[in-house]
Every structure is written in structure tokens, then in C-alpha cells.
């Protein structure tokens, strides 16, 4: 089956701890993005990565990090710089570079503050 | 600065009713316009992907509309059905690289 996976599902950090979320993509798409949802929100865009090796920050990046070391790979690591992460977490992926691409997301992590 | 309004934020009717999702954007610049449907807890399924170019596109029972001109973006569902219930989101890509821009969505509640 082809698709994207997110994992864990639910996710909980401690106070100054950075903490990873995993996105695997077997659909051979070149371009993957990481946005983030708050309650009654829109979806907010975090950092996106056309191409291996290569990452570009996204609206709200402060406190985020990623790496896109393989294709079909883009974790996002929630640093403890970002003050406020209880949020829900969405990979994405699209085919190609470009605006022409339906994007297609994972089913999120949702990350808790203990 | 792109901003996405739907209206209304939400949404009830009765099974077997015709219904229309509104959407609209500040800047017509846009490269496409695309819809999801997104269940409670759940990602992200798109419905339908409109290109700048495109005035609509059809997908089973659902319509989408484009008329960039105006900023404005309908989703049109024929014969609703309870599994329509969904939060319906629209989104406008930003720029060349596909970046989108999302509105807070209209949660849809359909009763049988």
C-alpha cells in the first residue's frame, strides 16, 4: 500500500525537552511539508523540502527543525525553544515541485504538554 | 497577504439535501485552489484540485467552482449523505513551490 505514515500517533513533552516526529513517504514524491493545526485553526505551514538535502522554513519555523537526509523521509523535531507545541502535527507530500500537485497528507501526530 | 475565509464555519442539514461550501481569498493570484475533507482527529483527503486556469472541476457528487477574478471558490455536494460529516477545508497555493494557505474550514453535519 502505498501512502504516507506519521508516527507516533500521539506524542507527549516534558518542559525543555525536544522531542521527533517521524513522516515516511513510499510514493516516490520529491516534495514533502509539514504543517501544523490548533483547534478551530487553518492549517499553518512549518517547513517544506523540495528536494533531498534541501529545506525551506515555512510561516511559523521558530522552535522547529528538520532534516531531509532521504527521499522518503522528513522528521520534524519540536525543540524546546517552541514554547507553545501542544498542537496537531500533518506531513504532507506531493509529486513534484511545483504549485500543480495535489497534495496528499498523513494521518498526524498529535502532541500533548505534561 | 493571502488570506482563505469559509463561510459558514459550520453547518447542519438534512440527509438527502443539496448544499453549497463557500471559500474566498484576498489575493487572485493564485496557482490552484484545492479542497479536503478532513474527519474528526484524522489527515487530510483532497476532493478536488482546481488549477488557476480551470473554472471547475467534478468528482462524483461533488462540484467545484473557481473564478479567480472575484477571489471567491464554491464546493457544491448533490444529495448529501451522513458521511458527508466532515470538516471541509480549502486551501490556495502560495507561490510556485506549492506552499498553501488554508481557511479554519466548515464543519458539516448531515442527518439522516
Known amino acids: 500500500d502505498g501512502g504516507i505514515t506519521q508516527s507516533p500517533k500521539y506524542l507527549f513533552r516534558k518542559e525543555g525537552q525536544n522531542v521527533t516526529l517521524s513522516c515516511e513517504q513510499n510514493l516516490n514524491h520529491d516534495a514533502m511539508y509539514w504543517y501544523r493545526q490548533d483547534p478551530g485553526q487553518g492549517l499553518r505551514l512549518i517547513y517544506y523540502s523540495q528536494i533531498v538535502n534541501d529545506f525551506q522554513k515555512g510561516d511559523i519555523a521558530e522552535g522547529y527543525s528538520v532534516s531531509r537526509e532521504k527521499k522518503e523521509s522528513f522528521p520534524l523535531t519540536v525543540t524546546s525553544a517552541q514554547k507553545n507545541p501542544t498542537a496537531f502535527y500533518l506531513c504532507?507530500?506531493?509529486?513534484?515541485?511545483?504549485?500543480?500537485?495535489?497534495?496528499?497528507f498523513g494521518p498526524g501526530t498529535r502532541l500533548l504538554v505534561l | 497577504k493571502q488570506e482563505v475565509t469559509q463561510i459558514p464555519a459550520a453547518l447542519s442539514v438534512p440527509e438527502g439535501e443539496n448544499l453549497v461550501l463557500n471559500c474566498s481569498f484576498t489575493?487572485?493570484?493564485?496557482?490552484?485552489l484545492q479542497w479536503f475533507r478532513q474527519d474528526p482527529g484524522k489527515g487530510l483527503t483532497s476532493l478536488l484540485l482546481?488549477?488557476?486556469?480551470?473554472r471547475e472541476q467534478t468528482s462524483g457528487r461533488l462540484n467545484a467552482s473557481l473564478d479567480k477574478s472575484s477571489g471567491r471558490s464554491t464546493l457544491y455536494i448533490a444529495a448529501s449523505q451522513p458521511g458527508d460529516s466532515a470538516t471541509y477545508l480549502c486551501a490556495v497555493t502560495k507561490g510556485s513551490q506549492g506552499n498553501l494557505i488554508f481557511g479554519k474550514g466548515t464543519k458539516l453535519s448531515v442527518k439522516p
Open positions: 504532507a507530500s506531493s509529486h513534484g515541485q511545483g504549485a500543480i500537485e495535489t497534495q496528499y
Open positions: 489575493d487572485s493570484a493564485i496557482y490552484n
Open positions: 482546481i488549477q488557476s486556469s480551470q
